[in-house]
């Protein structure tokens, strides 16, 4: 570095004085030498003038002395000429042998009573003169100074002009090495600086008492590496935070890079993989589950939030997994732990079925004992009789309640297989309209039960379930819809239909189906299963539509699930259990559908389901 800062350094000295010694050969030889030349012609014009005062008249006896003594002290050739040109006398040449000087410029002029001048080589003496000649009485005198010394004292000045540059560019390699050396030094110095702070340490300081500009660079370092370090330090305290609160999680999270290598994984997702460290594997060599690597790569390029069950991640243990995509294109997984909760469900639906089918049986002996009491109740008094009624009324709530809660938990658990059949739109509307309109007049005071709108298409389902779904959801229509209301059935393509800004609905999705896009906005709820993507193109959306009290929003986001109930009183009135819509759930969930509701409070409540157009894979707890 120290000879590349010289090497710069004593080309800018170089060029520097040879540009300045151009400049100042090229003033010498122009400017100065017409200096000296007119500086000498004026001193031979004063001169040649005190001369011909001195001499008044060219025909003087002391002639040739005073000639010698001009000369001398003038330091310069005097020669003496008369009128007619001829040389009289000449401080430097024989007068006798010397050519008539009637034709010089100088002597011409100096005849018409003016000074003359001129430069030309002597004839006589073969140097080249600066001749000036003045007028006296019969002729003149004339001075002459050889341009020779002044060509000397030109070429003197530029020898000495040369010898300055010589010497100055020997001071200016000296001064370079000098600041080329000081240079280096603190330059090396910012440079070990520097490279410590690539090195991470951002602790190293340096100290550069100067303040020019290569000082203030040092104090920009300094404070740059101060800055650094406070960062760093920061970012290093929330690294750790984070690392310890990942760490101290049940749940298993593990990052992958864009290129799917495994970029960092807690100790919980440490214990599930065997083996020792994987950071930096890649993430199929790790995760074995093809579910879940399915996710990762899924949400990486579409850049969405996606979940799945994955059960053969840990022997024994059903997870959760959630994935969502990292800024940098890569993805983050967060499994959550699902074996005790399903173990705890599944206990909860096997005691449900248990206890329900312990009771279908006293349910049965009762209803059946009520009624036959009721039938020969001849002798039975009033009280006793109506004793009867409540006993029959409740015990048949408790059988409904019971074979609700059975139906319920053969859904819940994959015990009701799915017997999956093509069956036309029309004809799903056209059977549930025949099986349930007498049952509409009759049980709601003249309610009108009609199809709407239909499609000509065919969806893959099974016939059993789908009724027992129309049953249900027009079974709680009939009981809000009103005397003399109508409740209208129809199914349209997912995604179509008019648009109601004034109504609200819940959605309970089955995971990983786009579910038909509503009318309005939408919010997601709780019930996933493994199931197929649907999509607007290829699904139909079925529904019943009443014209009631409607449903409150803060209602909806629950309709679906079990036991809960909008309006008790009513319900216990009228007979509902509290189960119909989550069994309505559950069936459409196992088809690989979706259902929700939109409603509006004092406009009536649609409940819509969707089921797919095309034969796509079955949901697998429907299959076991």
């Keep these: 570095m120290r000879s590349r800062i010289f090497l710069k350094l004593l080309a800018y000295a170089f060029f520097l004085v040879v540009i300045a010694t151009i400049i100042i050969d090229f003033s010498i030889r122009q400017t100065w030498e017409s200096s000296l030349r007119s500086e000498i012609q004026q001193s031979l014009t004063q001169k040649a003038a005190l001369f011909a005062d001195e001499l008044q008249d060219v025909n003087n006896p002391q002639l040739q002395q005073l000639v010698a003594r001009v000369s001398k002290s003038a330091d310069a050739r005097v020669t003496v000429i008369t009128t007619s040109g001829k040389v009289l006398a000449d401080s430097e040449a024989d ?48 001075l002459a100074y050889p341009l020779s010394a002044i060509r000397n004292a030109v070429a003197e ?57 290569i000082s203030q660079v040092a104090v920009a370092l300094d404070k740059t590496a101060r800055h650094l370090q406070e960062t760093f330090t920061a970012l290093e305290y ?43 594997k890649s993430v199929v060599h ?18 969405a939030v996606l979940t799945t069950r994955v059960a053969t991640l840990a022997p024994g243990q059903i997870l959760q997994a959630t994935t969502a995509p990292l800024p940098d294109g890569g993805a983050v997984a967060v499994l959550h732990d699902l074996t005790e909760v399903e173990r705890v469900e599944k206990t909860r639906r096997d005691f449900i079925a248990n206890v329900s089918h312990e009771l279908r049986t006293p349910l049965t002996s009762i209803q059946g004992y009520t009624e036959t009491l009721l039938d020969t109740s001849a002798g039975v008094n009033g009280n006793a009789h109506e004793f009867l009624e409540i006993i029959k009324k409740n015990a048949a709530r408790m059988s409904r309640l019971t074979e609700d809660l059975l139906t319920l938990a ?125 999509h607007s193109e290829n699904c139909v959306e079925f529904y019943v539509r009443d014209f009631g009290p409607g449903i409150a929003l803060e209602h909806q986001p629950r309709i679906f699930e079990r036991f809960y109930r909008v309006d008790k009183a009513r319900s216990k009135e009228t007979g509902g259990t509290g189960l119909g819509l989550a069994i309505v759930k559950h069936i459409v969930l196992n088809h690989g559908g979706a259902v929700r509701v939109e409603s509006a409070l004092h406009h009536g409540a649609t409940f819509f389901f969707s089921l797919p157009l095309v034969s796509v894979e079955t949901p697998k707890l429907s299959r076991e």
């Excluded at 999270?253 to 214990?271: D, E, F, T």
């Excluded at 790790?286 to 850049?303: A, E, F, Y």
């Excluded at 049952?439 to 009609?450: P, S």
Aim: charged share 25%.
């Design 286 to 303: 790790v995760i074995r589950d093809p579910g879940l690597l399915q996710i990762l790569t899924d949400s990486m390029k579409n850049h």
């Design 410 to 534: 053969r859904v819940e658990s994959g015990e009701r297989k799915l017997e999956l059949h093509p069956i036309s739109v029309d004809s799903l509307l056209q059977d549930a309209l025949r099986n349930f309109r007498q049952t509409a007049q009759e049980n709601g005071n003249g309610v009108q039960l009609e199809i709407e709108a239909s499609l000509s298409a065919t969806v893959i389902v099974d016939a059993d379930a789908i009724h027992q779904v129309f049953s249900n959801l027009i079974d709680n229509a009939i009981k809000y819809a009103g005397a003399g209301k109508r409740i209208l059935l129809g199914a349209r393509t997912c995604g179509v239909g008019p648009k109601d800004s004034s109504s609200r609905d819940a959605q309970i999705s089955s995971r990983n189906v786009d579910v038909c896009d509503s009318d309005i906005g939408r919010k997601t709820g709780s019930g996933s299963i493994d199931g197929p993507d649907i």
């Design 95 to 142: 007068a006798e042998t010397m050519e008539n000087h009637a034709t010089r410029p100088e002597f011409q002029r100096a005849l018409k009573n003016s000074t003359g001048s001129d430069s030309r080589t002597s004839h006589t003496l073969g140097i080249e003169f600066l001749y000036v000649a003045a007028p006296v009485k019969n002729g003149a005198v004339r």
């Design 157 to 213: 000045g530029r020898n000495k002009l040369m010898q300055g540059s010589a010497i100055a560019l020997l001071l200016s390699t000296l001064l370079a090495a000098i600041a080329a050396q000081s240079i280096s030094r603190r330059l090396q110095k910012i440079m070990g600086f520097a490279g410590r702070i690539a090195q991470g340490d951002f602790a190293a300081r340096i100290d550069d008492p100067s303040s020019d500009e």
């Design 238 to 280: 929330s690294r750790q935070e984070l690392e310890t609160l990942l760490n101290s999680m049940q749940e298993a999270v593990i990052a992958v890079s864009p290129v799917q290598k495994v970029r960092w994984l807690n100790g919980s997702m440490a214990r599930l993989l065997p083996g020792g460290s994987h950071i930096g």
